[in-house]
């Protein structure tokens, strides 16, 4: 063989080389479909990581993308041509809208890292969509905001439209308000109509002012499972846009007894040490006190509790100003947002006994 021919061979035969030692782990899956996800729900689902080199393997460490996400890994070994499951676990917030998680694993020199994600939407069993004006979608939330690019005269974002609100397993249910109101339903009548697992209500920002315009639709059902849900409203008044890196911008408390503490948490992605330092409703109908902060290096879950005043009734969206420190020492503020349905406990009468006197 020539000089050049076996130069060519030794290159091909190096290159081949690299490739086994830069392939040597894979992901089976590399993401895990999770479909609807309960809010508030903790998932545990397997995987496995395949070593294809020719040399054992061992994992180094398992790093999470967010607090929510956990798996015991590290230090662990992977045989030359077999296979390692693993059991991860997600747990997830009561925020609802598509939810993204992973863990990094890493090994040895000149082995590539390897992630693994776990991916779904949080959902509650009751679910609220509308169709966006300018895609034609079916999207979780209302598009009254329009396009700033689109030329001048261009037709405008529709301030009164449809929500078809359904359940995600078809169980029959009832619309009881929508913004504390009675729903105004299309094609339904609630005094002669058996209840169903969909229905389609009417909603209208039109003539709302600017600073009342509110950033979610609520809605009430009679579901169990999901006694209060929301949609969000894209609007120009409502545009929110926090100093502090919020991983959702509002929290479903569900139904509060008025004058009970409910403990719930909220999370800050990417919060790099940031520091709460507190938080305070901005409503007087509800309190809300900051508990603690479990922080990993690039997340932080927040625990928090509410407590309704004695005298809230009905559906409550009320904002919430959260404090906190970033790594530098400067302090900032941001509003997130929370709602509940404020009901007083039902106590069932005890029977009066009949003494036959």
Known sequence: MSTIGCLAASALGALSLAWVATAQVIADPPVIPLGFIEPRATITRSFRLVNTGAQTVTIASAI???????????????????????????????????????????????????????????AYPVRATAIDFMSGATVPYINAFGDPALPQGSASAPLDGIVTVASIDSTVF?????????AQFVGFVPSSDAPRPSYQVKYSLAGIPCDRVPPYLVIATDHPKAPIIDLRIRHKCTKISPQLPFAEYRANLGALEPGVRTAFEFELKKSQGWRVTGVASRDPRVLVEFM???????????????????NATGIILAPVSMTATDPAGATKSSDFWIYFDAAPRVVASTPVQNSGK
């Not at 607090?67 to 230090?75: F, K, L």
């Not at 917030?93 to 939407?121: N, Q």
């Open 64 to 122: 999470p993308s967010c607090t929510c996400t956990s798996v015991d890994a590290q230090g662990k070994v992977i045989q030359p041509g077999a296979a390692l499951e693993l059991p991860m676990t997600m747990k997830v917030s009561a925020a609802t809208g598509i939810k993204v998680a992973g863990i990094t694993f890493t090994f040895g020199p000149g082995i590539p890292p390897v992630t693994v994600e776990m991916k779904g939407e949080i």
């Open 174 to 182: 009832r619309v009881t308000s929508v913004m504390g109101a009675p």
């Open 292 to 310: 603690a902060q479990q922080s990993d290096t690039d997340h932080a879950m927040i625990s928090l509790a509410a407590t309704a005043a004695p």
